[in-house]
DNA sequence: ACCCAGGGTCATA
DNA sequence: TATGACCATGGG
C-alpha cells in the first residue's frame, strides 16, 4: 500500500511536473476557494473570486461587513451560492475571532482542523484543503479523484474511511508538505485531463498509473 | 437534453 | 450507518 502510493506519485509527477497549487494570492483567498470549490467546476470558482475581487470584499473583515444577498449575488457563478455565501460569512467570522492569520499560526495542527470541522458548511476534504494549503500543515486531502484512482489501482475497495485514506497518504508520504500539496495536484490534473468522458484513459496506460477503461459506462478495474 | 464538477448537511429508515 | 434529497451554476 504505501509502496504502490508512493509510486503513483512518482508516476505522475515524472509526466505532469511541479503543478504549484494552490493558485490563490493570500492564504484566505485559499480558503475561500476551498469552499467556493465544492463539488463545482474550477472554472466556476474563478468568476466568483474575480467578482470578489473586482468589489474588493476579498477579506474576511468585508466579507463579515457585506449582506448575505450582496454576497450571494458575488459568488453566484460558482453555484450554491445561498449556502456559499453563509459559509463564506461563518468561514470570515471564524477567521477574525482566532486572530487572523498570524493567531492560526499559533494554534497546533489538530486543533485547527477539529475546530475547522465544527464551523458549518466545512466538511473533511475543504478543512484539509485549507490545512495543507493555506497554513501549511502536513495534512493530506482525499477526494472523489484519489478515492477513484486509488480504487481503479487495486489499492482499496471504496468502501474505507476518509481518515484511513489521509493517514496512509501521509505516512505514505512520510508528512512531506511540499510532496501532499504536489500528489493532491497532481491527482486532480490528472483526472480532468484524462479520466473523464474518456472510452479509454489514454494518458493512464501511458503514465502506466492505473490503465483503467469503461464498458458502457461501467469501470473496469484492471491490476496495478 | 443530460451529465458532471476539486462536498456538505439534513431527514428518514 | 446508510441511503436520498437538496443546494445551483456553467461547460461538455
Redesign the pocket.
Known amino acids: 500500500m504505501q509502496v504502490k502510493i508512493r509510486r503513483i506519485f512518482s508516476k505522475l509527477n515524472n509526466h505532469y511536473g511541479l503543478q504549484k497549487?494552490?493558485?490563490a494570492r493570500s492564504s484566505f483567498e485559499?480558503m475561500v476557494?476551498?469552499i467556493l470549490?465544492?463539488?463545482?467546476?474550477?472554472?466556476?470558482?474563478e468568476?466568483a473570486i474575480q467578482a470578489l475581487r473586482k468589489h474588493s470584499v476579498l477579506s474576511p473583515y468585508k466579507i463579515c461587513l457585506l449582506p448575505h444577498n450582496d454576497l450571494?449575488a458575488l459568488v453566484?457563478?460558482?453555484?450554491?451560492?445561498?449556502?456559499?455565501?453563509k459559509r463564506l460569512k461563518i468561514l470570515s467570522d471564524w477567521f477574525i475571532s482566532r486572530g487572523g492569520l498570524r493567531g492560526l499560526k499559533k494554534i497546533e495542527t489538530l486543533q485547527l482542523r477539529s475546530e475547522l470541522?465544527l464551523?458549518?458548511?466545512?466538511?473533511?476534504?475543504?478543512?484539509?484543503?485549507m490545512l495543507l494549503?493555506a497554513l501549511e500543515r502536513p495534512v493530506f486531502?482525499i477526494?472523489?479523484?484519489t478515492r477513484r484512482l486509488f480504487s481503479r489501482c487495486g489499492l482499496i475497495v471504496g468502501?474505507e474511511g476518509?481518515d484511513f485514506l489521509r493517514l496512509s497518504v501521509e505516512q505514505s508520504l512520510k508528512s512531506n508538505i511540499h510532496d501532499m500539496k504536489e500528489f493532491?495536484?497532481l491527482i486532480?490534473t490528472h483526472?480532468?485531463e484524462h479520466c473523464?468522458?474518456k472510452p479509454v484513459c489514454k494518458a493512464c496506460a501511458l503514465i502506466g498509473v492505473c490503465n483503467f477503461y469503461k464498458q458502457k459506462?461501467k469501470e473496469a478495474q484492471i491490476e496495478f
Not at 119 to 129: K, R, S
Open positions: 497549487w494552490w493558485p485559499v476557494g476551498a470549490t465544492q463539488n463545482t467546476a474550477w472554472t466556476n470558482v468568476k450571494a453566484r457563478p460558482s453555484g450554491y451560492f445561498n449556502q456559499k455565501a470541522l464551523l458549518h458548511g466545512i466538511g473533511p476534504e475543504t478543512a484539509d484543503d494549503y486531502v477526494d472523489a479523484y468502501d476518509y493532491h495536484a486532480v483526472a480532468k473523464q468522458k459506462k
